[in-house]
């Protein structure tokens, strides 16, 4: 760990990215498990390593690459965090959220996340989509805690829009464009890496939760601090524990979002041309 201030480390991090890719990116995406294949449609892309970036942790879990992807996707400038990071590979969640203050550096004011989520709602199917309305912080961190620098946002940072109305609004009617309809509901974000008991899943069902997931709710907080509008997704990978009568397992987690692999793309470069 270097003395400078995390400021700097922003600041030096988004330096380099910038000589690298040498534009200015809107729109950030963060690409959850097996859906970093957006990357591949950027036209002339510029690929950054993390191990490259000064500060920039490194991603360990099967299925996310670890590099940062800049370019054009339907005209806009686009920056792809092609595989995040998450609290149970053992960072800290201001660890996981760091690329986010160094997309807002770089000036991105649009922040588009995904991920893999067990479904909680009964209603929902495998393969569904589902738009993040709102989320519950199960995690128990925040990587807000701390000393706060008003240069990055305000102390006590307003949540009560996490997920951008207006952008799930446009998710819908992208998606209605292109006849299919998308779930919406509240993702709620733990630790991990454990998958939930029967029990657990059904608690967040009473509190009010349609999806659960390992990932997210840290990024999405510092997004929201330094004021970068943000829309979420979960693919739905796998029935939570519990609700149908088999074990879960990381491979239907990759089988699912392989299979919905073609429709998370169109859905997402149609909300790219639409922004
Ligand atoms: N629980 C937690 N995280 C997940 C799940 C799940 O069922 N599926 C994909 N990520």
Known sequence: MSTSTVIEQIREAAAYIRKEIGADPQIG?????????????????????YS????????????????????????????????????????????????????KELGVATLIVTNAAGGINTSYNVGDLMVISDHLNMTFRNPLIGPNDNALGVRFPDMSEAYSRRLRTLAHDVAAKMDFSLQEGVYVGLLGPNYETPAEIRMFRTLGAD?????????????????????????????????????????EVMETTERVKPKFLKLVLGIIEAL
């Open 52 to 103: 490259s970036i000064p500060h920039f942790p490194v991603s360990t879990v099967e299925g996310h690459a670890g590099e940062l992807v800049a370019g054009q996707i339907q005209g806009k400038q686009v920056l792809i965090m092609k595989g995040r990071f998450h609290a149970y590979e053992g960072y800290g969640v201001e660890t996981v959220s760091f690329p986010v203050r160094v997309m």
């Open 211 to 251: 999806a659960v997931g390992m990932s997210t709710v840290p990024e999405v907080i510092v997004a929201r601090h330094a004021g970068i509008e943000v829309l979420g997704f979960s693919c739905i990978s796998n029935m939570a524990a519990g609700i149908l009568d088999q074990p879960l397992s990381h491979a």
């Open 29 to 49: 995406l963060i690409l959850g498990s097996g859906l970093g294949v957006l990357a591949d449609l950027i036209e002339h892309p510029t690929v950054v390593p």
